[in-house]
């Protein structure tokens, strides 16, 4: 039997010629998660103006510009009812930011969404964002793209796992939409939604964003949609610059992750339906817009104030604390709303604050390290920050600074969390993730470095009498042996359950082995297969030995089960685990390790 672990058959991928079928795909879902972006970017500013200037107009009108003074509280208060009523005899699926939904349709649900999410979260995020929730609109446009390629994906017959492939490109297109970061979306697509590293998934993906993002400029969207020139020279000052903004960076991520699931712990102890509790979020929503106009809606004004350095110190350390404050209760409220520019926003009022104390840089360069490495840290995906922020700027004589503060930010969130604020809702709902890809030490083992190689066996011509007498006997040792001719060819296994399907069949005790096996097929497995392979014959055959025999004359070689399957998971944990050096000292605390693990 041919298997895709015969060494002839052995290639770097598994990939095959299906994956084009797949790539031809996402061009229509990225088209369809274009549009869809398109048509979220226009709700929100048609909610807006509806919301708070009373107009059915597509013009960009500013929150702050609203004539309706204090009577702006009730705005988001009227806008979170509206989420609440849709969320409750919609669909649950678009409360929160969107991402942990997908991750969670992703690895639980078989990577499908229904129609009803592809309609509603953008139109409930349009609406909580026009109404001044201060979200962004990429959370719900990944979640909203998503769905749309897990829709088409379903209309088609596909594997579940080209269906997650489709669902992803579909989520790349939509953040390609709303930022023009192609790049950035493969990125989010490699270190958050895929949970794999293959060609299978990384062509469509990168096709649906690439087409993306040739589509949206014929459209003539803008990108870079926030232009930066400044840089700052690398040296060794600069770097002690670079980390300790990541490290504050990562403290913040920390920060706002607990606050808003101790908001959303508080909301669980309400006496009352979750259907109000956005309406709470809302009214603390309202009355902060009142002491920080520029917190409410998406806030891009804000990006580009502090990247041209005319955002001051006093007035980014309000915009941080107020945006931090009603981000936090109102998405732990669970309305519907993005991470991603709160984010930005929220790390970059805090690079404006500590500019005064960091060595000179061009205006708004610690601003957009901050932004990065906030949203790095947050999220867990500092390769996603590092290249979002270069798209967003077109400035790529900024990737060491950006690349250093996030990669400080991930190691203290790493350190000092458990789980990102996307995956602790997927925590909390009893599923444990992780996110860190490995090389299966399967795909690297040969059978023949794990085989038994003194076997015993049986031969053809012992009698069925002979064969029950030798596996009752106190002295065997195993419960089942190979059978092998005079040519030490394997004929077949024998254990107990073998020799009663043959005495209650009738057979005669005096009948041989041989002639008991005689056309019988045989599972057997090589010396120089991968255990990836012998793993999936095991499970065929429903066996938990297999002989091995040579691939020239097919003679026993060895025996392998999965005892011997699992001491390579073993060994394999203890690479990780023990640590020795080159004289050998830390041997003999490694030693009473392993004596403290064996009683």
């Not at 509806?50 to 597509?58: E, H, R, V």
């Not at 998406?298 to 990247?307: C, K, Q, S, T």
Request: proline letters at 5%; aromatic letters at 6%.
């Amino acid at each position: 039997m041919k298997t895709h672990s015969d060494p002839g058959r052995l290639r770097d991928f598994t990939t095959d010629a299906r994956v084009l079928l797949v790539a031809a795909i996402a061009v229509v879902v990225a088209t369809a998660g274009l549009f869809a972006g398109i048509a979220l970017l226009k709700l929100i500013r048609l909610a807006t103006n509806i919301a708070y200037f009373g107009q059915f107009s597509l013009a960009d009108m500013k929150l702050q510009d609203t004539p309706l003074g204090l009577a702006a509280v009730v705005v988001p208060v009227i806008g979170a009812l509206i989420i609440g009523l849709m969320a409750r005899y919609g669909s649950e699926k678009i409360r929160g930011h969107g991402i942990p939904e997908a991750i969670e349709a992703i690895l639980l649900g078989r990577s499908r969404l229904d129609a009803k999410v592809a309609i509603l979260k953008p139109l409930s995020s349009a609406i909580s964002i026009g109404s001044g929730g201060p979200f962004g609109a990429e959370g719900p446009i990944i979640m909203t793209g998503g769905a749309i390629g897990s829709l088409i994906a379903q209309m088609l017959p596909v594997s579940d796992n080209e269906r997650k492939t489709l669902l992803v490109a579909g989520a790349a297109a939509g953040m390609t939409t709303v930022f023009g970061t192609p790049i950035a979306a493969i990125m989010l697509a490699v270190e958050l939604l895929l949970f794999e590293w293959t060609p299978r998934s990384f062509i469509p993906v990168a096709v649906a964003a690439i087409i993306a993002e040739v589509e949206r400029t014929m459209l003539l969207m803008p990108g870079p949609i926030f232009p930066f020139q400044g840089t700052m020279a690398i040296s060794f000052v600069g770097l002690c610059g670079w980390v300790l903004v990541g490290i504050c960076a990562g403290l913040l991520s920390g920060l706002l992750t607990q606050m808003v699931y101790a908001c959303e712990d508080g909301f669980q102890k309400l006496p009352i339906h979750w259907m109000w509790w956005p309406m709470l979020g809302g009214l603390l929503v309202g009355i902060g817009g009142l002491i920080e106009p520029q917190a409410l809606g998406v806030g891009y004004d804000n990006i580009a104030d502090m990247l041209d350095g005319r955002t001051i110190a006093a007035a980014a350390l309000m915009l941080l604390v107020v945006k931090a404050i009603i981000w936090s209760v109102a998405l732990g409220s669970g309305t519907s709303g993005g991470v991603l520019a709160p984010l930005l926003i929220m790390g970059g009022a805090m690079g404006a604050v500590l500019a005064g104390i960091l060595p000179a840089a061009d205006p708004g360069f610690w601003a957009l390290l901050a932004m990065a490495a906030t949203m790095g840290g947050t999220m867990r995906a500092p390769l996603t920050a590092t290249f979002f922020a270069v798209e967003l700027t077109g400035n790529t004589h900024v990737l060491v600074p950006l690349i250093a503060a996030c990669a400080a930010a991930n190691a203290v969130t790493v350190l000092l969390m458990k789980r990102s604020i996307l995956t602790e809702k997927i925590a909390r709902r009893g599923h444990h993730l992780v996110r860190e890809y490995r090389v299966d030490p399967f795909a690297l083992t040969r059978v023949r470095e794990v085989m038994t190689s003194q076997v015993e066996s049986v031969p053809a011509t012992m009698t069925l009498h002979g064969a029950a007498a030798f596996l009752t006997a106190p002295e065997t040792r195993h419960p089942s042996f190979p059978v092998i001719d005079e040519s030490r060819q394997v004929l077949g296994l024998i254990d107990p359950p073998a020799i009663l399907r043959w005495r209650r069949a009738g057979k005669h005790r005096t009948t041989t082995l041989g002639e008991l096996l005689a056309g019988s097929k045989v599972t057997l497995a090589y010396p120089d297969e991968y255990l990836e392979g012998l793993s999936d014959k095991l499970l065929m055959a429903n066996v938990s030995h297999l002989p091995v025999v040579t691939r020239e004359g097919l003679q026993l070689a060895g025996y392998v089960g999965w005892k011997d399957l699992m001491r390579v998971r073993s060994r394999k944990q203890a690479e990780e685990r023990e640590r020795s050096t080159l004289l050998g000292f830390g041997t003999r605390r490694r030693k009473k390790a392993d004596a403290a693990e064996s009683v």
